[in-house]
């Protein structure tokens, strides 16, 4: 193979693009079975989905080998297998949904009076009610109740089992009304909450990795029948290497509207999935049910740098030097850039989506590209100095 050559392949393999992933694979993928004979600690196989029973798992928790059993089978399950599973009665006792529930819903009654109206990154506006970072605002409306939903050994269990130790929970609460619109199939985060051309500036081994970063849960509040538009699965699709980018293009939105599973939820269940699967939350066609899920999503502890940086501090002692570079031309763009780089925040997240929410995408605009964006303006430091602090302020929960 001459030298072109083989730099082309390497290049064509790690930097992926637009038009990345052979459908005819996909479809081959996707095409498989769930053989219940893989998964002897399931209760079943629904649909290509693998079910468990919450009672049987809590039996299992007791037995520190019987449990680790059980998380190895869901980490194969989530990797190799369909990529998502469902535990029945995965919270033991009702009545804790239930009191969660109310809170959930005085707190969307308080923000719609105080004037928040909460959007979501893959449905149309006023589609549903959600509550970002429910997690923490159930926790200060009521410790106990909150103590209690957490201390559930599913949750719990299924957390510990794809991130291991030091696993950081967040949730959102998402209440689809009768009516509300399905959401676009889709990947989640990270990469997932990324347009295609952001996509494309991180290499396929990050395209790899993203899927281990975190796991997706949900657990429902009330019964879901097929009609309240419970979430769409594509089972096996999180295998499929280029799926970030080629998952939005109309080919594999076509195959999964006709080939995607769905499974009715009874309150207190929860499902499970790799944040890769390609899924999305489905039509509420009913006239009277109010789906309301708890939706989970799970870090990994492993997801954050050594050091603490002081980025807001360091943009505003940093920006004045490159504003003067950039009126002399000292520095060019490329260089400012690396500069910039090295010394502002590059990422949207973690972020408070109540005060800070996306705008123009799926994600809120990063300090970075407020730096560039500022200086391409030349805007004086003491307006850039006041922008990253109204910044700062918004990220705060």
Known sequence: MDTQTLSSRRRHKVWLDKDSGNIEA??????????PADWPLATGVEKNVLIYDGIKLRD???????????????????SSGPGVIVIKR?????????????????????????????GDHFAKPGANDRIWNSLQKHALADPENFARYYASEAIAMVSEAWLG???????????????????????????????PEQMQAYPGHIHAISPVLTLQGAVAHCDMPLESGPTLFLPYSQ???????????????AHF?????????????????????????????????????????????????METVDRDAMAKAVY????????????????????????????????????DPPVGGLAPKTQNTMMAEALAAGMEPGAFTALVDTQAAKRKA
Do not use: C
């Open 320 to 355: 004045p030097a490159l504003l003067a570079a950039r009126k002399a031309g000292s520095m060019t763009q490329a260089e400012i850039a690396n500069a910039i780089a090295s010394t502002a925040e590059g990422y949207a997240f973690p972020t408070n989506l109540d005060s």
């Open 165 to 195: 130790a030091g696993y950081q929970m967040t949730a959102q609460m998402n209440r689809v009304n009768p009516g509300g619109t399905a959401q676009k199939p889709h990947r989640d985060y990270h990469l997932g909450f990324m347009s």
């Open 60 to 78: 299992i928790a007791r037995d520190p080998e019987r449990r680790r059993e059980l998380m190895a089978e869901w980490v194969e399950a989530f």
């Open 257 to 305: 509207a006709e080939h995607h599973v769905q499974l009715p939820l009874s309150k207190g269940d929860a499902v499970f999935f790799n944040p890769a699967l390609m899924h999305g939350a489905g039509n509420n066609v009913s006239t009277d049910i109010w789906r309301m899920a708890n939706l989970l999503q799970v870090s990994s502890a492993f997801g954050r740098a």
């Open 239 to 253: 295998s499929f290497f280029e799926g970030y980018l080629a998952f939005g293009r109309p080919e594999f939105q």
């Open 90 to 118: 995965a919270m033991a006792d009702l009545t804790v949904i239930d009191r969660a529930t109310e809170v959930f819903n005085a707190i969307v009654k308080a923000e719609k009076e105080g004037g928040k109206g909460a």
């Open 26 to 35: 996909f479809k081959a993928l996707v095409s498989q079975k769930t053989n």
